[in-house]
């Protein structure tokens, strides 16, 4: 089992950047692959971005593309979402989750993940 910890969310103003961490331990992180989702007040949690377990491959959701960069470092346990030109409809709580390397459901779908953490609220004001 992999436990997963997010840091790195706060309040910025429109415009800003933020890159959001995600933590991993207790198991090999790089046995996982791991995404990003995202849950705005009385909103489903939505995804937001996706990596492969080595990093080739990444997906984003429509909303974010070309906004944010989804990456990883194996070496240290770690991903993360480097977030520009935040807006305030990006503000939510902010997951990371993780799923074996090998699975092969779709990468936006939340049933796709078995590892979650606890979020990180991200606040965009106007």
């Known amino acids: 089992q992999v436990h997963l910890v997010e840091s790195g969310g706060g309040l910025v103003p429109a415009g800003d950047s933020l890159t959001l961490s995600c933590a991993a331990s207790?198991?090999?992180?790089?046995?996982?692959?791991m995404g990003w989702f995202r849950q705005a007040p009385g909103k489903e949690r939505e995804f937001v971005a996706a990596?492969?377990?080595?990093?080739?491959?990444?997906y984003y959701a429509d909303s974010v593309k070309g906004r944010f960069s989804i990456s990883r470092d194996n070496a240290k346990n770690t991903g993360y979402l480097q977030m520009n030109s935040l807006k305030p409809e990006d503000t939510a709580v902010y997951y990371c989750?993780?799923?074996?390397?090998?699975?092969?459901?779709?990468?936006?779908?939340?049933?796709?993940?078995?590892?979650w953490g606890q979020g990180t609220q991200v606040t965009v004001s106007s």
């Open positions: 989750a993780a799923r074996w390397a090998s699975y092969l459901g779709s990468w936006n779908s939340l049933v796709s993940y078995g590892y």
């Open positions: 207790g198991r090999t992180f790089s046995n996982y692959a």
């Open positions: 990596i492969s377990w080595g990093g080739s491959s990444t």
